[in-house]
């Protein structure tokens, strides 16, 4: 299984960028994916997921509104649209999947088996 993210970059405050996550080696409708970012020093956190269908989608409340997650079931691809860029959007952002979407742990990242290299977000003041 190989998760390829991309679209990170360097952007000020207010910016917009558009991460993209490319799949190869499963069975890319059946499983949930999400990202989650880490910024130094800081434990991974979740940013957002979206189960199979793309149906029904998760977000943390930092990024409520501001960030968009979405599937291209034929693409193999999960993107995560994110606009009104602050300073503390700062961080590596990581693609994952799962296979169960159980709700109460869809925030979790040690439900999530494959994980992509990241790509660094830094947003400047």
């Known amino acids: 299984v190989q998760l390829q993210a991309s679209g990170g970059g360097l952007v000020q405050a207010g910016a917009s960028l558009r991460l993209a996550c490319a799949a190869s080696g499963l069975t890319f409708s059946t499983y949930t994916m999400g990202w989650f970012r880490q910024a130094p020093g800081q434990e991974r956190e979740f940013v957002a997921a979206?189960?199979?269908?793309?149906?029904?989608?998760y977000y943390a409340d930092s990024v409520k509104g501001r960030f968009t997650i979405s599937r291209d079931n034929v693409k193999n691809t999960v993107y995560l649209q994110m606009n009104s860029l602050k300073p503390e959007d700062t961080a590596v952002y990581y693609c994952?999947?799962?296979?169960?979407?159980?709700?109460?742990?869809?925030?979790?990242?040690?439900?999530?088996?494959?994980w992509g290299q990241g790509t660094q977000v830094t947003v400047s003041s």
């Open positions: 994952a999947a799962r296979t169960s979407a159980v709700l109460s742990t869809i925030r979790s990242a040690a439900w999530y088996a494959y």
């Open positions: 979206v189960r199979w269908s793309g149906g029904s989608t």
